[in-house]
């Protein structure tokens, strides 16, 4: 959170500074639409202009996001033209003299290779064109150079130098909030794979085999179980969607334990109470299947007798409750809290860190996996998933706001 408050302070700052030369530039004592000062009103403009070619900028630099960003960015700089560039290409100029765009990327090669700025004379012969002076402020991401923004006035301006360099900074903040993005969605996508890939072998097995030893004496019984597993491995290997429902889970989650009880018999015993109105509740996929795969491995490890489960979902308010509890072997707390801390990892199966590190990310360190377990005492696991969370929605639902 401090990385982000950080970003966005360097984010800010620039535009107010290039909102300050705007609202000198461009002062005019009416129509100020009682925002105050000229230069109060200029710097309102600046920000809610630049609040306008954010977005498309959040998605990284191609032409598509060069072109709905260009003339925004024009506006910042009251420039007659300007243009964006990558390392090889112009992929948007907006204003006046596009005939210039290809001395300009004959020019960009030291300031793409430098990341240094600078201006240059452009050379025209058509008369009625008003552009005479350029100025490149290259765009940098983790030192990288990505392009260039590239200004161009009638004449040569000091002032322009330095604010083009500003809103350049400004655009290269977004773009690595945009790689930040890219790298966090990654990295959701890597996770959900590594859960997939975690799926116990032996579950996969020990199911098959159970199914099998059906075939002959109960085939009627061998048939639900092979559609169970089926259904049950086609919701964990989806491709669409990082989210799913409260409802598509517990549905899955069902298959699942219709696989383990097969195995297992009268040995478990499950419970479930759900609220109907929290079902369709939109959480991360494969979020709540493992907790219920760790309570049946916890549950049934090192014992022979009868062990119970219970999951309940309850409506909270703006948030739904989700307990999953087990009468298992427990675990000691401070074992517990390494796992969860990345230093230690759980013996098999699918750890709880995981899970508990994507809940975080998508709502926040507040909600958190809550766990409440000692030796032999059982396990019980608590998650808070708020109702209604901005970006977090279903594939087949509306986002949710």
Not at 5 to 18: D, N
Not at 105 to 126: K, Q, V
Not at 183 to 203: D, G, M, N, V, Y
Not at 270 to 278: G, K
């Amino acid at each position: 959170m401090s990385g982000f408050i950080a970003g966005l302070c360097v984010a800010v700052l620039p535009l107010l500074a290039a909102g300050f030369w705007l609202g000198r530039r461009t002062a005019r004592p009416e129509n100020l639409g009682g925002l105050g000062t000229p230069v109060e009103h200029a710097t309102f403009e600046t920000l809610h202009t630049a609040s306008l070619a954010a977005p498309p900028l959040r998605a990284g630099l191609t032409e598509e996001t060069a072109r709905r960003s260009a003339r925004r960015l024009r506006t910042l700089l009251g420039t007659d033209a300007l243009c964006l560039t990558d390392q090889e290409t112009v992929l948007a100029w907006d204003g006046v003299g596009a005939h210039h765009r290809a001395e300009v990327m004959e020019r960009l090669g030291g300031p793409l290779e430098t990341g240094r700025g600078e201006a240059f004379r452009l050379a025209c012969d058509e008369p009625d064109c008003p552009l005479r002076w350029a100025v490149v402020a290259p765009l940098t991401v983790d030192e990288r150079v990505h392009g260039a923004l590239v200004a161009c006035a009638p004449r040569e301006s000091a002032v322009l130098v330095r604010a083009a360099g500003e809103v350049a900074r400004w655009v290269s903040v977004q773009l690595e909030l945009a790689d930040l993005d890219r790298s966090r969605t990654r990295l959701i996508e890597a996770e959900i794979k590594a859960l997939r890939a975690q799926i116990s072998p032996h579950f996969v097995f020990n199911s098959l085999a159970v199914i099998a030893s059906f075939v002959r004496t109960d085939p009627e019984r061998a048939r639900e179980l092979l559609l169970e597993f089926a259904d049950f491995t086609r919701y964990s290997f989806r491709r669409h969607g990082d989210f799913t429902t409260l409802a598509d889970e517990l549905h899955a989650i069902d298959h699942y334990l219709a696989l383990v009880r097969a195995r297992f018999g009268e040995r478990l015993s499950v419970t479930l109470q759900i609220a109907p109105e929290v079902l369709p509740v939109a959480l991360p996929f494969l979020c709540l299947q493992p907790l219920v795969e760790n309570a049946v491995k916890h549950g049934l490890e090192g014992k022979t007798d009868k062990s119970h489960i219970s999951i309940t979902a309850q409506d909270a308010g703006a948030e739904a409750l989700v307990v999953i509890e087990d009468n298992g072997v427990g675990m000691d707390p401070e074992r517990l809290r390494r796992i969860l801390s990345g230093e230690a990892s759980p013996s098999g199966g699918i750890g709880l860190s995981n899970v508990d590190e994507r809940l975080r990310q998508v709502y926040g360190d507040d909600h958190g996996l809550v766990i409440e377990t000692a030796v032999g005492a059982g396990m019980k696991i608590t998650a808070r998933l708020p109702k209604y969370q901005p970006g977090v929605h279903s594939a087949a639902g509306r986002p949710r706001q």
